[in-house]
């Protein structure tokens, strides 16, 4: 069967589609067919916008949420089963549940999702070849019923009514003479490819903490706040409504609060809730087309014995990547930020990387444009990177703009981008490459990139500088998320400058020496016009910010003759502020690194550490269990800010390169930094670090560090190439196994 093929072959059960408050249920569509005689047998199948496929009644979907999430209109994902091993001779039967997903993203009203062009009733289409021949595909002989699944949306929820149960329906020997006759869909536009992403699965089971009677229901604490579901087994009375709700933290009186889960513009009442009817039997409930971002679960509806004899289980979900990074050291603070990091992590990639697993789901460009080095430290998540640029490739428009969200229709395009959020379009074929060798990458997203540098030179302003987008986003300490004391133009315009020089090494190792020059060109252009119009003589940024001069170091805004004192500059601004860090997400991600590469690693685990607000430490002072969007100062045993602010979401990734920091500084594994294919061993001398160890091994080959005092022994695994830098065998007695 040839792939293309299947986009002839989409079939719906109805042209109606479910809504907000206008529920129409997932259908069940059902194929049976014939064979006597087979040795192998490949179905090709696509279904959106989710799909759940069996095979003689066993479930054989290869991941949750199948089999992707995309934009339709720019690419079509579908799956390759191998169906021999569950073939029968005589009677057998395919059959397809379809899901919401992205294709109908009802939840999605806040970015424009209920507006698209491509919104409809859930299709599939699907291609069974036998021994190499086309045997059959979908058509209007599919019978269709309405399943059990009343609602489901990825942000909402799922709704299920165990009265509509058809046992048995997916299996050889069902009567389905009483269906009805599936429909022809319109083929989605997107180009069709093979998903080759990592799968989710369920990663691990988590049993409640506490229990407890809270405003008409029952509270469930997990102890975590994570991504997942809730498996819940329980007998009710027949036609009796279950609801369970799903929130991170809770209100002062310790009742359900989710007004930190929901954006203004969507109604409250609909987020993050399940809901079951019962059919007087005992039933287990576990949805298949939505997940949610909690640490609570409130059930209403089940009282007295039945709650005593209800059974819930935080199934937690997530892309299943193996693990390429370990890490612990003789802090435990340290040790805590690096769970919650890779708990943030994990919780927010699921196929795509994501901001937040409970208020939004979307892909925002500058979230992973920040995390993806502390990711690939910690996780073999380059393949999912990869094919996450494939959409953002889709979604660049003609002139190189990029929206700050994917997938997305349009929103994203005029607020919510801008440099800092751009940035992934080099940054993660830039690191992916360093992290994998993988030079595909970079041909792949070349000429992406070069659009954008050239859209990026139409945004030049009067300066000869940029000033579009986000900013410094979620300074910590500031009353809003895009209040922030380093103004615009100078973040813009020094991410712009990084943008660029990683832009003109790409171009470089594919031997696109024209686009390099425009790349070197443009990077030299902004660097002048920065130093002429906010580099002081005493050489500080303009504005003065920690940030900002961090930045500027980063970038190489200083010459050689003025990086000391440019360095002592920033020290100065940390010490002036009490020495902790007044950062956003963007500053955040260079003033760490800039302090250790210059000597003072000290202050920078200091930053991180240190008790009070603001710092990482402040968070687990406080209860967290992942990391949060913002630095906000609470109430004294609290979880509601001083200034009154809104509680932002309790589970962001974009703060955890921390976890990079640990890596690279602590251990001292830095990863081919000079792109010859070679670890560099070159932790640096911390104080209150008695001991660390860890790895970093990814396919086999890697490096194992055990740091003890002035004693470091380094463990070579597989075949791996390292070197031990020159400051490293001056501060350690080095062991080589």
């Given at each position: 069967m040839n792939e293309r093929n299947l986009k002839n072959f989409f079939i719906s059960a109805t042209e109606n589609f479910c809504k907000l408050y206008e529920h129409l249920n997932a259908p069940y569509i059902r194929k049976s067919f014939d064979i006597?005689?087979?040795?192998?047998?490949?179905?090709?199948?696509?279904?959106?916008?989710?799909?759940?496929?069996?095979?003689?009644?066993?479930?054989?979907?290869?991941?949750?949420?199948?089999?992707?999430?995309?934009?339709?209109?720019?690419?079509?994902?579908?799956?390759?089963?191998?169906?021999?091993?569950?073939?029968?001779?005589?009677?057998?039967?395919?059959?397809?549940?379809?899901?919401?997903?992205?294709?109908?993203?009802?939840?999605?009203?806040?970015?424009?999702?209920?507006?698209?062009?491509?919104?409809?009733?859930?299709?599939?289409?699907?291609?069974?070849?036998?021994?190499?021949?086309?045997?059959?595909?979908?058509?209007?002989?599919?019978?269709?019923?309405?399943?059990?699944?009343?609602?489901?949306?990825?942000?909402?929820?799922?709704?299920?009514?165990?009265?509509?149960?058809?046992?048995?329906?997916?299996?050889?020997?069902?009567?389905?003479?009483?269906?009805?006759?599936?429909?022809?869909?319109?083929?989605?536009?997107?180009?069709?490819?093979?998903?080759?992403?990592?799968?989710?699965?369920?990663?691990?089971?988590?049993?409640?903490?506490?229990?407890?009677?809270?405003?008409?229901?029952y509270m469930f604490d997990f102890g975590v706040n994570t991504a997942g579901i809730c498996r819940v087994e329980f007998k009710g009375l027949n036609g009796q409504p279950i609801v369970i709700r799903f929130c991170e933290t809770l209100a002062e009186n310790f009742a359900f609060y989710n007004r930190n889960v929901c954006i203004p513009e969507f109604d409250r009442e609909m987020m993050q809730k399940d809901l079951i009817i019962c059919n007087g039997e005992y039933n287990v409930f576990e949805p298949c087309f939505t997940y949610h971002g909690f640490r609570y679960a409130f059930i209403e509806g089940l009282h007295g014995k039945d709650i005593e004899n209800l059974k819930i289980t935080m199934l937690v979900v997530s892309s299943d990547f193996t693990k390429t990074g370990e890490f612990s050291c003789s802090d435990k603070t340290v040790n805590d930020l690096q769970a919650i990091t890779l708990n943030s992590d994990l919780s927010n990639f699921i196929h795509i990387p994501t901001d937040c697993p409970q208020r939004e789901k979307n892909g925002w460009t500058g979230d992973i444009a920040l995390s993806c080095e502390q990711f690939l430290y910690n996780f073999d998540c380059s393949e999912n990177l990869k094919i996450w640029l494939d959409n953002v490739r889709k979604a660049q428009r003609d002139n190189g703009q990029l929206p700050g969200i994917i997938p997305t229709v349009e929103f994203g395009y005029n607020w919510g981008s801008g440099p800092a959020w751009d940035m992934i379009i080099a940054e993660i074929p830039y690191t992916v490459y360093r992290f994998t060798g993988d030079t595909d990458i970079l041909t792949d997203n070349?000429?992406?990139?070069?659009?954008?540098?050239?859209?990026?030179?139409?945004?030049?302003?009067?300066?000869?500088?940029?000033?579009?987008?986000?900013?410094?986003?979620?300074?910590?300490?500031?009353?809003?998320?895009?209040?922030?004391?380093?103004?615009?133009?100078?973040?813009?315009?020094?991410?712009?400058?990084?943008?660029?020089?990683?832009?003109?090494?790409?171009?470089?190792?594919?031997?696109?020496?024209?686009?390099?020059?425009?790349?070197?060109?443009?990077?030299?252009?902004?660097?002048?016009?920065?130093?002429?119009?906010?580099?002081?003589?005493?050489?500080?940024?303009?504005?003065?910010?920690?940030?900002?001069?961090?930045?500027?170091?980063?970038?190489?805004?200083?010459?050689?003759?003025?990086?000391?004192?440019?360095?002592?500059?920033?020290?100065?601004?940390v010490e002036q502020g009490g020495n902790r860090f007044r950062v956003g997400v963007l500053g955040a991600r260079v003033l760490f690194r800039v302090l250790a590469d210059y000597g003072y690693s000290d202050l920078a685990l200091e930053l991180i550490t240190k008790d009070g607000f603001p710092s990482y430490k402040y968070w687990l002072e406080n209860g967290a269990t992942s990391l949060w969007e913002g630095f906000n100062e609470l109430k004294p045993n609290s979880i509601f800010r001083k200034d009154g602010g809104r509680i932002l979401s309790l589970n962001h990734h974009f703060w955890g390169d921390i976890s990079a920091w640990f890596y690279r500084y602590i251990l001292g594994i830095n990863v081919n930094p000079r792109f010859d294919g070679v670890l560099e061993i070159d932790p640096v001398a911390l104080q209150n670090i008695n001991h660390a160890e860890g790895s970093y091994i990814r396919n086999g080959n890697g490096i194992k560090i055990i740091r003890s005092g002035r004693d470091l022994t380094i463990k070579s695994v597989g075949k791996v190439k390292y070197r031990v830098s020159e400051q490293c065998k001056k501060r350690f007695r080095i062991t080589e196994e």
């Amino acid at each position: 069967m040839n792939e293309r093929n299947l986009k002839n072959f989409f079939i719906s059960a109805t042209e109606n589609f479910c809504k907000l408050y206008e529920h129409l249920n997932a259908p069940y569509i059902r194929k049976s067919f014939d064979i006597t005689d087979f040795s192998s047998a490949t179905l090709q199948i696509c279904g959106l916008g989710f799909y759940e496929l069996f095979i003689n009644g066993v479930k054989i979907t290869r991941t949750k949420f199948a089999p992707y999430i995309s934009n339709p209109d720019h690419i079509i994902y579908y799956d390759e089963y191998e169906l021999a091993p569950f073939l029968r001779k005589g009677e057998n039967v395919i059959g397809v549940i379809l899901g919401n997903g992205f294709l109908n993203n009802i939840g999605g009203v806040p970015w424009g999702f209920d507006k698209a062009p491509f919104r409809s009733a859930p299709k599939v289409a699907f291609a069974l070849s036998v021994d190499g021949k086309e045997f059959l595909h979908s058509d209007e002989t599919c019978r269709v019923a309405p399943s059990p699944i009343i609602f489901d949306d990825m942000r909402c929820g799922e709704y299920y009514d165990f009265r509509l149960e058809q046992k048995g329906w997916n299996n050889y020997g069902f009567n389905d003479s009483a269906w009805g006759y599936a429909i022809k869909a319109a083929a989605p536009k997107g180009e069709l490819q093979l998903c080759k992403i990592k799968p989710v699965k369920v990663i691990k089971e988590i049993q409640p903490v506490a229990c407890f009677r809270s405003d008409g229901g029952y509270m469930f604490d997990f102890g975590v706040n994570t991504a997942g579901i809730c498996r819940v087994e329980f007998k009710g009375l027949n036609g009796q409504p279950i609801v369970i709700r799903f929130c991170e933290t809770l209100a002062e009186n310790f009742a359900f609060y989710n007004r930190n889960v929901c954006i203004p513009e969507f109604d409250r009442e609909m987020m993050q809730k399940d809901l079951i009817i019962c059919n007087g039997e005992y039933n287990v409930f576990e949805p298949c087309f939505t997940y949610h971002g909690f640490r609570y679960a409130f059930i209403e509806g089940l009282h007295g014995k039945d709650i005593e004899n209800l059974k819930i289980t935080m199934l937690v979900v997530s892309s299943d990547f193996t693990k390429t990074g370990e890490f612990s050291c003789s802090d435990k603070t340290v040790n805590d930020l690096q769970a919650i990091t890779l708990n943030s992590d994990l919780s927010n990639f699921i196929h795509i990387p994501t901001d937040c697993p409970q208020r939004e789901k979307n892909g925002w460009t500058g979230d992973i444009a920040l995390s993806c080095e502390q990711f690939l430290y910690n996780f073999d998540c380059s393949e999912n990177l990869k094919i996450w640029l494939d959409n953002v490739r889709k979604a660049q428009r003609d002139n190189g703009q990029l929206p700050g969200i994917i997938p997305t229709v349009e929103f994203g395009y005029n607020w919510g981008s801008g440099p800092a959020w751009d940035m992934i379009i080099a940054e993660i074929p830039y690191t992916v490459y360093r992290f994998t060798g993988d030079t595909d990458i970079l041909t792949d997203n070349a000429g992406a990139i070069a659009k954008y540098l050239r859209y990026l030179k139409s945004k030049l302003n009067g300066n000869g500088l940029v000033a579009f987008g986000l900013p410094d986003w979620c300074e910590c300490g500031q009353i809003s998320e895009d209040a922030c004391s380093t103004p615009l133009e100078i973040s813009d315009s020094l991410i712009a400058i990084e943008i660029c020089n990683k832009s003109a090494f790409i171009f470089d190792r594919i031997g696109d020496d024209e686009n390099k020059a425009y790349a070197l060109e443009l990077s030299a252009l902004l660097k002048n016009n920065f130093r002429k119009t906010h580099l002081s003589k005493d050489l500080f940024v303009s504005c003065k910010t920690q940030m900002a001069q961090a930045k500027a170091i980063s970038v190489n805004i200083f010459g050689e003759e003025e990086i000391n004192k440019a360095v002592k500059n920033l020290v100065q601004l940390v010490e002036q502020g009490g020495n902790r860090f007044r950062v956003g997400v963007l500053g955040a991600r260079v003033l760490f690194r800039v302090l250790a590469d210059y000597g003072y690693s000290d202050l920078a685990l200091e930053l991180i550490t240190k008790d009070g607000f603001p710092s990482y430490k402040y968070w687990l002072e406080n209860g967290a269990t992942s990391l949060w969007e913002g630095f906000n100062e609470l109430k004294p045993n609290s979880i509601f800010r001083k200034d009154g602010g809104r509680i932002l979401s309790l589970n962001h990734h974009f703060w955890g390169d921390i976890s990079a920091w640990f890596y690279r500084y602590i251990l001292g594994i830095n990863v081919n930094p000079r792109f010859d294919g070679v670890l560099e061993i070159d932790p640096v001398a911390l104080q209150n670090i008695n001991h660390a160890e860890g790895s970093y091994i990814r396919n086999g080959n890697g490096i194992k560090i055990i740091r003890s005092g002035r004693d470091l022994t380094i463990k070579s695994v597989g075949k791996v190439k390292y070197r031990v830098s020159e400051q490293c065998k001056k501060r350690f007695r080095i062991t080589e196994e």
